[in-house]
């Protein structure tokens, strides 16, 4: 894209895996940290990975970019509204604490 970001579609029967690099090639290049992952389907809904229909789906334990869990890191993005995991992730809970503050 012309910001140097970069947009992955990766087709399956049912939906499609949308993955969005925010800064292109550069580093990290790590899912959770410069790479997010949503889900698209055939009925026009895209969602952020490992959250169902309903937002309250619990989605935090795939949201840990230090240990390779960044799946469902669009969504705590998308709904807590912060990238406070990167920060103080041990102390954060998806229906509990949503900040480092």
Known sequence: MADGSEVFIRPDNDHFGLFIDINGKKTPNIMGKDIFRLVGYTNGKVIPTEVG????????????????????????????????????????????KTKCN
């Open 53 to 96: 229909e309903d937002p309250k789906t619990q989605g935090w334990p795939y949201c840990n970019p230090t240990t390779g869990e960044g799946w469902a890191c669009a969504a705590w993005i998308m709904y807590k509204e912060n990238m406070d995991y990167l920060k103080c992730a041990d102390k954060l809970e998806w229906s509990g």
